[in-house]
């Protein structure tokens, strides 16, 4: 159930003030798993963007309904979004972690304040601290990455937090050439191409990496992590979006 709301995460790249986008997500052999929204609301100054994954079918029967929720609220400074606070999320119908990512940018440190509840009774609290810091949340490095792209580069290397447990290292490819076409026969669409690697557990495929492509608008239309755990592609495919500019 992770891996839909990393999907969701590359929802958006265009900047606008508020974008709305949902999801339908399918697991190989079992279909349809899940459903992800995200919307973001940003002007001169702040910015919210909150993405939610819920499971569905049978995968919400074998997951006691988990339901997956990111929120990134910060300021906007030269185009860009700088995360104060980074929240995750998950629950299901007895058990819910909550993890509150507080950034520190004078001390460039980022402090971790966690709480576990079951059947709705605090059961652990707790603080740590990332061991690096970052500019950016998983989040705020898809919707800032636009500024980052450059003619005739093909790979970045990025820090957030989201990525690597241990270092936040986040790494893009922008798709060209026979490896491009490739992928737009594999989707069946066209657009921007990216594959993302975010070097975490949950990328169990052959090659650990997300495609992603995005259409004129800057949403992604489709995303697909290839061969998960042996069963089947894991694909999120666009099913509504509304922007205001």
């Not at 999907?7 to 790249?13: A, R």
């Not at 004129?216 to 489709?222: C, N, P, T």
């Not at 069963?231 to 509304?242: A, N, P, Q």
Request: glycine content about 8%.
């Amino acid at each position: 159930m992770r891996i839909v709301l990393v999907l969701l995460g590359f929802c958006v790249l265009l900047l606008a003030k508020e974008i709305e986008a949902e999801y339908k997500v399918s697991y190989g052999i079992f279909g349809s798993v899940g459903k992800s929204w995200a919307k973001m609301e940003a002007n001169e100054s702040n910015y919210t963007i909150e993405v939610v994954g819920k499971a569905t079918g049978l995968a919400k029967i074998l997951s006691n309904s988990r339901v997956e929720r990111y929120t990134s609220q910060g300021f906007v400074k030269n185009g860009l979004f700088h995360p104060l606070l980074f929240i995750k999320i998950r629950q299901n119908s007895y058990k819910k972690d909550v993890k509150k990512f507080i950034f520190d940018y004078k001390k460039r440190r980022i402090t971790i304040e966690r709480h576990i509840y079951k059947n709705g009774k605090p059961i652990q609290h707790s603080f740590d601290r990332v061991p690096f810091f970052a500019d950016e949340d998983i989040l705020t490095l898809y919707f800032n990455i636009r500024h980052y792209l450059k003619p005739q580069k093909y790979f970045y290397t990025f820090k957030a937090v989201g990525g690597d447990r241990h270092t936040g290292r986040i790494d893009v490819i922008v798709e060209h050439g026979k490896r491009l076409r490739e992928l737009q026969k594999l989707l069946g669409v066209h657009g921007l191409y990216l594959s993302v690697i975010l070097h975490q557990k949950i990328f169990a495929s052959k090659q650990g990496e997300l495609h992603i492509a995005i259409d004129k608008d800057g949403v992604a239309k489709k995303a697909l992590l290839k061969d998960v755990i042996a069963f089947g592609d894991i694909v999120g495919v666009l099913v509504r979006k509304r922007i205001v500019e």
